[in-house]
Protein backbone atom coordinates (compact mmCIF):
# COMPACT_ATOMS: atom_id res chain seq x y z
CA UNK A 1 0.00 0.00 0.00
CA UNK A 2 1.36 3.09 -1.13
CA UNK A 3 1.28 6.19 1.53
CA UNK A 4 3.23 8.89 0.41
CA UNK A 5 0.99 11.69 -0.32
CA UNK A 6 3.29 14.51 -2.08
CA UNK A 7 3.89 15.41 -5.71
CA UNK A 8 7.50 13.62 -5.21
CA UNK A 9 9.68 16.43 -6.08
CA UNK A 10 10.76 19.64 -7.29
CA UNK A 11 10.19 18.57 -11.33
CA UNK A 12 6.68 17.70 -10.54
CA UNK A 13 5.21 21.21 -10.14
CA UNK A 14 4.59 23.19 -13.34
CA UNK A 15 6.40 26.24 -12.28
CA UNK A 16 9.73 26.81 -10.09
CA UNK A 17 9.22 26.12 -6.64
CA UNK A 18 10.39 29.37 -5.30
CA UNK A 19 7.37 30.60 -7.99
CA UNK A 20 4.57 28.54 -5.78
CA UNK A 21 6.04 29.72 -2.33
CA UNK A 22 5.89 34.00 -3.79
CA UNK A 23 2.32 33.42 -5.64
CA UNK A 24 0.85 31.62 -2.39
CA UNK A 25 2.52 34.27 0.38
CA UNK A 26 1.55 37.13 -1.99
CA UNK A 27 -2.43 35.38 -2.47
CA UNK A 28 -3.08 35.47 1.14
CA UNK A 29 -1.27 38.97 1.63
CA UNK A 30 -3.86 40.31 -0.98
CA UNK A 31 -6.61 38.93 0.95
CA UNK A 32 -6.12 40.34 3.64
CA UNK A 33 -5.32 44.15 1.99
CA UNK A 34 -8.72 43.43 0.34
CA UNK A 35 -10.33 42.63 3.36
CA UNK A 36 -9.43 45.26 5.23
CA UNK A 37 -10.32 47.74 2.35
CA UNK A 38 -13.77 45.99 1.53
CA UNK A 39 -14.82 43.77 4.87
CA UNK A 40 -15.11 46.57 7.46
CA UNK A 41 -18.50 45.24 9.54
CA UNK A 42 -18.92 41.16 10.74
CA UNK A 43 -20.60 39.75 7.70
CA UNK A 44 -20.81 36.32 8.91
CA UNK A 45 -24.12 35.08 10.64
CA UNK A 46 -24.05 31.69 11.28
CA UNK A 47 -26.79 29.32 11.67
CA UNK A 48 -29.11 32.34 10.27
CA UNK A 49 -27.70 32.46 6.79
CA UNK A 50 -29.07 30.50 4.73
CA UNK A 51 -31.64 29.77 1.52
CA UNK A 52 -33.80 27.04 3.01
CA UNK A 53 -34.43 24.04 0.72
CA UNK A 54 -37.72 22.61 0.80
CA UNK A 55 -39.22 21.57 3.86
CA UNK A 56 -39.75 17.84 2.81
CA UNK A 57 -35.70 17.39 2.50
CA UNK A 58 -35.63 18.44 6.62
CA UNK A 59 -38.43 15.77 7.24
CA UNK A 60 -36.83 13.11 5.25
CA UNK A 61 -33.30 13.81 6.92
CA UNK A 62 -34.94 13.74 10.29
CA UNK A 63 -36.97 10.96 10.33
CA UNK A 64 -36.03 8.10 12.64
CA UNK A 65 -36.03 5.42 9.85
CA UNK A 66 -33.93 7.34 7.36
CA UNK A 67 -31.29 7.83 10.42
CA UNK A 68 -31.44 3.84 10.85
CA UNK A 69 -31.42 2.78 7.66
CA UNK A 70 -28.46 4.98 7.33
CA UNK A 71 -27.05 3.70 10.39
CA UNK A 72 -27.27 -0.55 9.62
CA UNK A 73 -25.99 0.15 6.24
CA UNK A 74 -22.59 1.99 7.71
CA UNK A 75 -22.50 -1.05 10.47
CA UNK A 76 -22.40 -3.18 7.53
CA UNK A 77 -19.91 -1.61 6.03
CA UNK A 78 -18.01 -1.67 9.03
CA UNK A 79 -18.43 -5.19 9.69
CA UNK A 80 -17.86 -6.08 6.29
CA UNK A 81 -14.47 -4.41 7.05
CA UNK A 82 -13.62 -6.15 10.27
CA UNK A 83 -14.23 -9.47 8.64
CA UNK A 84 -12.05 -8.99 5.18
CA UNK A 85 -9.57 -7.36 7.24
CA UNK A 86 -9.41 -10.34 9.85
CA UNK A 87 -9.80 -13.30 8.02
CA UNK A 88 -8.79 -11.96 4.47
CA UNK A 89 -5.05 -12.68 3.13
CA UNK A 90 -2.52 -10.34 5.47
CA UNK A 91 -1.31 -8.32 2.70
CA UNK A 92 -2.84 -4.85 1.57
CA UNK A 93 -1.61 -6.06 -2.00
CA UNK A 94 -4.27 -8.41 -1.77
CA UNK A 95 -6.96 -7.45 0.66
CA UNK A 96 -8.92 -4.34 0.14
CA UNK A 97 -9.91 -3.67 3.76
CA UNK A 98 -6.55 -0.78 4.06
CA UNK A 99 -7.54 0.58 1.53
CA UNK A 100 -11.40 0.77 2.27
CA UNK A 101 -10.05 2.10 5.51
CA UNK A 102 -7.21 4.42 4.81
CA UNK A 103 -9.29 5.86 1.44
CA UNK A 104 -12.37 5.40 1.02
CA UNK A 105 -13.33 6.15 4.97
CA UNK A 106 -10.47 8.18 6.05
CA UNK A 107 -10.55 10.52 2.78
CA UNK A 108 -14.00 9.89 1.22
CA UNK A 109 -15.96 11.11 4.38
CA UNK A 110 -14.13 14.23 4.23
CA UNK A 111 -15.40 14.58 0.33
CA UNK A 112 -18.73 13.24 1.81
CA UNK A 113 -19.21 15.70 4.58
CA UNK A 114 -17.91 18.55 1.97
CA UNK A 115 -20.82 18.62 -0.24
CA UNK A 116 -23.59 17.03 2.20
CA UNK A 117 -22.71 18.03 5.95
CA UNK A 118 -22.20 15.79 8.73
CA UNK A 119 -22.91 12.19 7.02
CA UNK A 120 -21.22 10.88 9.35
CA UNK A 121 -22.81 11.86 12.72
CA UNK A 122 -26.13 11.05 11.35
CA UNK A 123 -24.36 7.57 9.47
CA UNK A 124 -22.61 6.62 12.58
CA UNK A 125 -22.82 2.94 13.18
CA UNK A 126 -21.76 2.96 16.44
CA UNK A 127 -24.18 5.34 17.93
CA UNK A 128 -26.92 2.18 17.07
CA UNK A 129 -24.36 -0.51 18.64
CA UNK A 130 -24.31 1.86 21.53
CA UNK A 131 -28.46 2.41 21.39
CA UNK A 132 -28.96 -1.23 21.21
CA UNK A 133 -26.39 -2.23 24.28
CA UNK A 134 -28.42 0.35 26.19
CA UNK A 135 -31.59 -1.24 25.45
CA UNK A 136 -30.18 -4.44 26.67
CA UNK A 137 -28.12 -2.96 30.03
CA UNK A 138 -30.95 -1.09 31.24
CA UNK A 139 -30.65 0.92 34.36
CA UNK A 140 -28.15 -1.64 35.06
CA UNK A 141 -25.13 0.70 33.66
CA UNK A 142 -26.53 4.13 35.29
CA UNK A 143 -25.63 6.84 33.07
CA UNK A 144 -23.05 9.29 34.17
CA UNK A 145 -24.01 12.73 34.92
CA UNK A 146 -23.75 14.92 31.77
CA UNK A 147 -21.51 17.59 33.91
CA UNK A 148 -18.43 14.61 33.78
CA UNK A 149 -18.59 14.56 30.01
CA UNK A 150 -18.36 18.23 29.68
CA UNK A 151 -15.49 18.23 32.18
CA UNK A 152 -14.01 15.90 29.88
CA UNK A 153 -14.15 18.51 26.59
CA UNK A 154 -12.93 16.97 23.49
CA UNK A 155 -10.35 14.95 25.46
CA UNK A 156 -11.45 11.54 24.40
CA UNK A 157 -11.81 12.60 20.82
CA UNK A 158 -8.09 14.28 20.50
CA UNK A 159 -6.96 10.54 22.09
CA UNK A 160 -8.62 8.44 19.66
CA UNK A 161 -7.18 11.12 16.72
CA UNK A 162 -4.41 10.43 17.57
CA UNK A 163 -3.62 7.18 17.99
CA UNK A 164 -5.62 6.80 14.09
CA UNK A 165 -2.99 8.96 13.71
CA UNK A 166 0.14 7.60 14.46
CA UNK A 167 -1.31 4.26 13.49
CA UNK A 168 -1.49 5.60 9.86
CA UNK A 169 1.72 7.83 9.70
CA UNK A 170 3.96 5.97 12.25
CA UNK A 171 3.51 2.35 12.95
CA UNK A 172 5.35 0.37 10.25
CA UNK A 173 2.39 -2.10 9.48
CA UNK A 174 -0.12 -0.12 9.16
CA UNK A 175 -1.15 -1.47 5.77
CA UNK A 176 -1.48 -4.57 7.44
CA UNK A 177 -5.29 -6.09 7.29
CA UNK A 178 -5.27 -7.58 10.79
CA UNK A 179 -3.86 -3.75 12.35
CA UNK A 180 -6.48 -2.06 10.82
CA UNK A 181 -9.26 -4.76 12.31
CA UNK A 182 -7.45 -4.65 15.72
CA UNK A 183 -8.03 -0.78 15.34
CA UNK A 184 -11.08 -0.83 14.64
CA UNK A 185 -12.62 -3.60 16.62
CA UNK A 186 -11.01 -1.51 19.84
CA UNK A 187 -11.66 1.56 18.72
CA UNK A 188 -15.46 0.83 18.18
CA UNK A 189 -15.75 -1.43 21.46
CA UNK A 190 -13.82 2.09 23.64
CA UNK A 191 -16.45 4.43 21.77
CA UNK A 192 -19.67 2.02 22.44
CA UNK A 193 -18.23 1.94 26.32
CA UNK A 194 -18.36 5.35 26.55
CA UNK A 195 -21.25 5.77 24.79
CA UNK A 196 -23.06 3.22 27.12
CA UNK A 197 -21.63 4.82 30.24
CA UNK A 198 -21.77 8.87 29.24
CA UNK A 199 -25.00 8.48 26.56
CA UNK A 200 -25.32 9.07 22.81
CA UNK A 201 -24.02 12.57 23.86
CA UNK A 202 -20.40 10.90 24.07
CA UNK A 203 -20.14 10.72 20.64
CA UNK A 204 -20.01 14.35 19.98
CA UNK A 205 -16.87 14.89 22.05
CA UNK A 206 -15.62 11.51 22.70
CA UNK A 207 -15.70 9.68 19.09
CA UNK A 208 -12.57 11.58 17.42
CA UNK A 209 -14.23 10.48 13.97
CA UNK A 210 -17.19 12.14 14.05
CA UNK A 211 -16.11 14.91 15.79
CA UNK A 212 -13.50 15.26 12.88
CA UNK A 213 -16.07 15.19 10.11
CA UNK A 214 -18.28 17.45 11.55
CA UNK A 215 -15.47 20.35 12.37
CA UNK A 216 -15.14 19.35 7.93
CA UNK A 217 -18.73 19.37 7.55
CA UNK A 218 -19.09 23.09 8.61
CA UNK A 219 -17.54 24.45 5.51
CA UNK A 220 -20.50 22.67 3.20
CA UNK A 221 -22.66 24.65 1.63
CA UNK A 222 -25.42 22.41 3.14
CA UNK A 223 -26.15 23.29 6.71
CA UNK A 224 -28.71 23.50 9.32
CA UNK A 225 -30.14 27.27 9.63
CA UNK A 226 -31.14 27.91 13.61
CA UNK A 227 -34.65 27.45 12.84
CA UNK A 228 -33.91 23.84 12.38
CA UNK A 229 -34.69 23.40 8.84
CA UNK A 230 -31.37 22.69 6.49
CA UNK A 231 -30.79 25.03 3.88
CA UNK A 232 -28.35 25.92 1.74
CA UNK A 233 -25.63 28.50 2.76
CA UNK A 234 -22.43 30.87 2.52
CA UNK A 235 -19.23 27.85 3.36
CA UNK A 236 -17.81 30.59 5.95
CA UNK A 237 -21.52 30.90 7.68
CA UNK A 238 -21.09 27.28 8.36
CA UNK A 239 -17.92 27.97 10.10
CA UNK A 240 -19.70 29.59 13.03
CA UNK A 241 -22.00 27.29 13.62
CA UNK A 242 -21.40 24.86 16.24
CA UNK A 243 -19.05 25.34 19.59
CA UNK A 244 -15.68 26.86 19.77
CA UNK A 245 -14.23 26.12 22.83
CA UNK A 246 -9.51 24.86 23.72
CA UNK A 247 -10.67 21.35 22.90
CA UNK A 248 -11.97 21.88 19.65
CA UNK A 249 -8.72 23.85 18.78
CA UNK A 250 -6.78 20.72 20.07
CA UNK A 251 -8.44 18.69 17.57
CA UNK A 252 -8.02 21.18 14.40
CA UNK A 253 -3.74 21.69 15.81
CA UNK A 254 -3.58 17.68 15.55
CA UNK A 255 -4.89 17.25 12.58
CA UNK A 256 -3.25 20.28 10.99
CA UNK A 257 0.24 18.97 12.49
CA UNK A 258 -0.09 15.27 11.52
CA UNK A 259 -0.99 16.36 7.67
CA UNK A 260 2.95 18.18 8.24
CA UNK A 261 4.10 15.61 9.75
CA UNK A 262 3.35 13.65 6.84
CA UNK A 263 4.64 16.11 4.53
CA UNK A 264 8.05 16.36 6.36
CA UNK A 265 8.34 11.91 6.45
CA UNK A 266 8.35 12.52 2.76
CA UNK A 267 11.64 14.57 2.19
CA UNK A 268 14.92 13.27 1.56
CA UNK A 269 16.20 13.95 5.28
CA UNK A 270 13.68 11.99 6.80
CA UNK A 271 14.39 8.66 4.84
CA UNK A 272 17.98 9.39 5.60
CA UNK A 273 17.58 9.53 9.21
CA UNK A 274 15.38 6.40 9.07
CA UNK A 275 18.04 4.35 6.84
CA UNK A 276 19.61 2.27 9.44
CA UNK A 277 17.21 2.43 12.35
CA UNK A 278 15.37 -0.79 13.07
CA UNK A 279 11.79 -1.18 13.40
CA UNK A 280 11.96 -0.39 17.07
CA UNK A 281 13.88 3.04 16.62
CA UNK A 282 11.75 3.82 13.42
CA UNK A 283 8.72 3.78 15.89
CA UNK A 284 10.11 5.78 18.58
CA UNK A 285 11.82 8.34 15.85
CA UNK A 286 8.35 8.96 14.34
CA UNK A 287 6.40 8.86 17.46
CA UNK A 288 8.98 11.87 18.96
CA UNK A 289 8.58 13.15 14.80
CA UNK A 290 4.96 13.04 15.30
CA UNK A 291 4.92 14.96 18.57
CA UNK A 292 7.35 17.49 17.79
CA UNK A 293 5.67 18.86 14.33
CA UNK A 294 2.47 18.80 16.19
CA UNK A 295 4.11 20.62 18.88
CA UNK A 296 5.46 22.82 16.78
CA UNK A 297 2.04 24.03 14.50
CA UNK A 298 0.63 24.18 18.29
CA UNK A 299 3.20 26.35 19.81
CA UNK A 300 2.66 28.54 16.10
CA UNK A 301 -0.97 29.01 17.00
CA UNK A 302 -0.97 29.62 20.77
CA UNK A 303 2.04 32.20 20.09
CA UNK A 304 -0.12 33.80 17.78
CA UNK A 305 -2.88 34.32 19.92
CA UNK A 306 -0.98 35.43 22.65
CA UNK A 307 0.44 38.10 20.22
CA UNK A 308 -3.20 39.04 19.41
CA UNK A 309 -4.59 39.47 22.95
CA UNK A 310 -3.10 42.83 23.76
CA UNK A 311 -5.79 43.63 21.18
CA UNK A 312 -8.91 41.60 22.06
CA UNK A 313 -11.93 42.94 23.80
CA UNK A 314 -12.60 41.92 27.26
CA UNK A 315 -16.19 40.20 26.27
CA UNK A 316 -18.07 40.57 23.33
CA UNK A 317 -22.33 40.45 23.53
CA UNK A 318 -21.84 40.05 27.60
CA UNK A 319 -19.70 37.01 27.32
CA UNK A 320 -16.22 36.51 28.31
CA UNK A 321 -14.27 35.98 25.57
CA UNK A 322 -11.63 32.62 25.51
CA UNK A 323 -8.75 33.61 23.37
CA UNK A 324 -7.59 30.71 22.20
CA UNK A 325 -10.69 29.60 21.11
CA UNK A 326 -12.12 32.61 19.34
CA UNK A 327 -10.09 31.94 16.13
CA UNK A 328 -10.22 28.22 15.84
CA UNK A 329 -12.81 28.08 13.49
CA UNK A 330 -10.44 29.88 10.49
CA UNK A 331 -7.95 27.17 11.18
CA UNK A 332 -10.76 24.78 9.85
CA UNK A 333 -10.40 25.53 6.28
CA UNK A 334 -6.34 25.27 6.76
CA UNK A 335 -6.94 22.46 7.76
CA UNK A 336 -9.27 20.99 4.76
CA UNK A 337 -6.55 22.55 2.52
CA UNK A 338 -3.84 20.50 3.79
CA UNK A 339 -5.89 17.52 4.00
CA UNK A 340 -6.95 17.70 0.18
CA UNK A 341 -2.80 18.55 -0.86
CA UNK A 342 -1.84 15.55 1.09
CA UNK A 343 -4.73 12.85 0.10
CA UNK A 344 -5.60 13.87 -2.84
CA UNK A 345 -3.04 11.42 -5.33
CA UNK A 346 -2.98 9.16 -2.44
CA UNK A 347 -7.11 8.99 -3.15
CA UNK A 348 -6.57 9.08 -6.95
CA UNK A 349 -4.64 6.33 -7.12
CA UNK A 350 -4.51 3.72 -3.73
CA UNK A 351 -8.47 4.39 -4.39
CA UNK A 352 -8.77 2.12 -7.24
CA UNK A 353 -7.23 -0.83 -5.61
CA UNK A 354 -10.63 -1.10 -3.22
CA UNK A 355 -12.71 -1.58 -6.47
CA UNK A 356 -9.62 -3.92 -8.53
CA UNK A 357 -8.98 -5.88 -5.55
CA UNK A 358 -12.87 -6.93 -4.95
CA UNK A 359 -12.77 -7.65 -8.92
CA UNK A 360 -9.71 -10.02 -8.64
CA UNK A 361 -6.94 -8.10 -9.35
CA UNK A 362 -5.53 -5.51 -12.10
CA UNK A 363 -3.49 -2.52 -12.68
CA UNK A 364 -4.41 0.78 -10.80
CA UNK A 365 -4.21 3.30 -13.62
CA UNK A 366 -1.41 6.35 -12.80
CA UNK A 367 -2.47 8.25 -16.00
CA UNK A 368 -5.77 9.16 -14.45
CA UNK A 369 -4.48 12.31 -13.76
CA UNK A 370 -1.15 14.02 -14.37
CA UNK A 371 1.94 14.86 -12.03
CA UNK A 372 0.79 18.78 -13.60
CA UNK A 373 -2.53 18.63 -12.22
CA UNK A 374 -1.82 17.12 -9.06
CA UNK A 375 0.61 19.66 -8.48
CA UNK A 376 -2.07 22.31 -9.04
CA UNK A 377 -5.04 20.73 -6.92
CA UNK A 378 -2.44 20.69 -4.21
CA UNK A 379 -1.30 24.42 -4.02
CA UNK A 380 -4.79 25.28 -5.18
CA UNK A 381 -6.24 23.66 -2.08
CA UNK A 382 -3.40 25.11 0.33
CA UNK A 383 -3.79 28.69 -0.76
CA UNK A 384 -7.19 28.30 -1.05
CA UNK A 385 -7.42 27.36 2.47
CA UNK A 386 -5.20 29.71 4.19
CA UNK A 387 -7.33 32.69 1.94
CA UNK A 388 -10.69 31.18 3.35
CA UNK A 389 -8.97 31.30 6.66
CA UNK A 390 -7.61 34.86 6.49
CA UNK A 391 -11.30 35.76 5.54
CA UNK A 392 -12.90 34.10 8.52
CA UNK A 393 -10.21 35.41 10.85
CA UNK A 394 -10.98 38.94 9.57
CA UNK A 395 -14.71 38.52 10.18
CA UNK A 396 -14.25 37.68 13.74
CA UNK A 397 -11.52 40.47 14.27
CA UNK A 398 -13.59 42.96 13.28
CA UNK A 399 -15.92 41.88 16.19
CA UNK A 400 -14.06 40.98 18.84
CA UNK A 401 -10.95 43.29 18.80
CA UNK A 402 -10.69 46.50 20.84
CA UNK A 403 -11.70 49.89 18.53
CA UNK A 404 -8.55 50.99 16.57
CA UNK A 405 -6.59 48.16 16.32
CA UNK A 406 -8.88 46.15 14.09
CA UNK A 407 -5.99 46.13 11.59
CA UNK A 408 -3.17 45.68 13.83
CA UNK A 409 -4.28 43.44 15.87
CA UNK A 410 -5.04 40.81 13.09
CA UNK A 411 -0.87 41.03 11.92
CA UNK A 412 0.03 37.73 13.78
CA UNK A 413 -2.70 35.81 12.60
CA UNK A 414 -1.73 36.95 9.01
CA UNK A 415 1.80 36.41 9.60
CA UNK A 416 0.61 32.46 10.88
CA UNK A 417 -1.09 31.94 7.97
CA UNK A 418 1.20 32.81 5.53
CA UNK A 419 4.09 30.75 6.79
CA UNK A 420 1.27 28.18 7.12
CA UNK A 421 1.04 28.85 3.24
CA UNK A 422 4.53 28.83 2.80
CA UNK A 423 5.07 25.47 4.75
CA UNK A 424 2.67 23.68 3.25
CA UNK A 425 3.80 24.26 -0.22
CA UNK A 426 6.97 23.43 0.79
CA UNK A 427 6.42 19.56 2.07
CA UNK A 428 3.59 18.83 -0.92
CA UNK A 429 6.61 19.54 -3.48
CA UNK A 430 8.83 16.92 -1.61
CA UNK A 431 11.98 19.05 -1.54
Known amino acids: MILAHGVGGRSDLPVPLWLALYAGAFAVLVSFVALTVLWKTPRLRGA ?10 TRFTD ?23 WFGPDSSADNPAPTWFYVWFWVGLVALSLVFGPVYRVANP ?16 PTADPAALRRLEYRPAVVGLFAFLWLELVYPLSDSPRAVAGFVVVYSLAQVVGGVRFGLGWFERGDAFEVYFTLVSRLSPIGRRNDGRIGVRNPLDGLLVGPSDRGLTAVVLLALGSTTFDGVTRLPFWSDLRRDLSRLQAVGVGTVGLLLTVAVVAIAYVGTIWLTRPYLKKSVDGRT ?14 MV ?17 GWLLLDGGGRIDYTVVSTDVIAVVQIAAIVGGHVLGVASAHDRAVSILRTGYTKVGQFPMLALMVAYTVVGIQLVSGV
Do not use: C, D, K
Request: hydrophobic share 55%; proline share 5%.
Open 48 to 57: AAGRPLPTAL
Open 63 to 85: ARSTRITLQLLALAALLTLIAVA
Open 126 to 141: LRLITSVVRGIVGTRV
Open 321 to 334: QEPYAAFVHSLVPI
Open 337 to 353: GYTVAHYFSFAVFQGQA
